[in-house]
């Protein structure tokens, strides 16, 4: 089967701009995950739905960022507002039952913006 | 605070030769702990990961070793090949999948 799979790959946009990053997860996963990576530096934990329960949403860094998930499957984290220290790659990944820890990562969204 | 770091940035290595890439973490609460390797431009990639309970795990030509006395975790590699090349990351399982990441060791093998 299909890994994750994100769209789109890259994404430029002008500071102030409202973007959606998309994250379609492997089929049957019941967990996903947002994270974001900034040039050469480790993953920072942004959101996970798990099931039917509500999200953690400790790790969005602020209220212009916030995460959907439709019918347990595919994702949408949208930043209203960006700005330039929104620059980074945005990572899904998703897990299955039982082992929420074993996340498979998508190729993730390169965010730019000028 | 919550915190997984490296002791070493970079790393080269002769292939052929053993890789060993360690982590310090700082959550004694965390159950479960891992390591991904991630190329260029793509998602990190699952290696293995063991349970705050054991104290070794051995998968193929990788394994890691958990030292809960002093906080330590470290990945060796056997002969060490140079589609090993990455960074490798290690993270911790605080609460149900929440992964906390460390900063990333990049792994130069020399052929």
């Known amino acids: 089967g299909a890994g994750v799979s994100q769209s789109p790959s890259n994404k430029v946009t002008e500071k102030g701009k409202d973007v959606e990053l998309r994250c379609d997860p492997i089929?049957?996963?019941?967990?996903l995950y947002w994270y974001r990576q900034s040039l050469g530096q480790g993953l920072e934990f942004l959101i996970y739905f798990q099931g039917n329960s509500a999200p953690d949403k400790s790790g969005l860094p602020s209220d212009r960022f916030s995460a959907e998930r439709t019918g347990g499957s595919v994702s949408t984290l949208t930043i209203q507002r960006t700005q330039q220290e929104d620059s980074a790659v945005y990572l899904c990944?998703?897990?299955?039952?039982?082992?929420?820890?074993?996340?498979?990562f998508g190729p993730g969204t390169r965010l730019t913006v000028t | 605070g919550e915190s997984v770091g490296l002791h070493l940035p970079t790393l080269s290595v002769q292939e052929g030769d053993n890789s060993i890439i360690n982590c310090a973490y700082s959550n004694s609460a965390s159950d479960y702990f891992i390591w991904y390797k991630q190329e260029s431009g793509k998602g990190p990639q699952f290696i293995i990961d063991?349970?705050?309970?054991?104290d070794k795990r051995q998968g193929q030509r990788v394994t890691v070793l958990l030292n809960k006395t002093v906080k330590h975790l470290s990945l060796q590699i056997a002969a060490t090949q140079p589609g090993d090349s990455a960074v490798y990351f290690c993270a911790e399982n605080i609460k149900g999948g929440k992964l906390i990441f460390g900063q990333g060791t990049e792994l130069s093998v020399k052929p």
């Open positions: 063991i349970r705050s309970n054991m």
């Open positions: 089929s049957g996963h019941t967990a």
């Open positions: 990944a998703s897990s299955p039952a039982g082992s929420a820890y074993e996340q498979y």
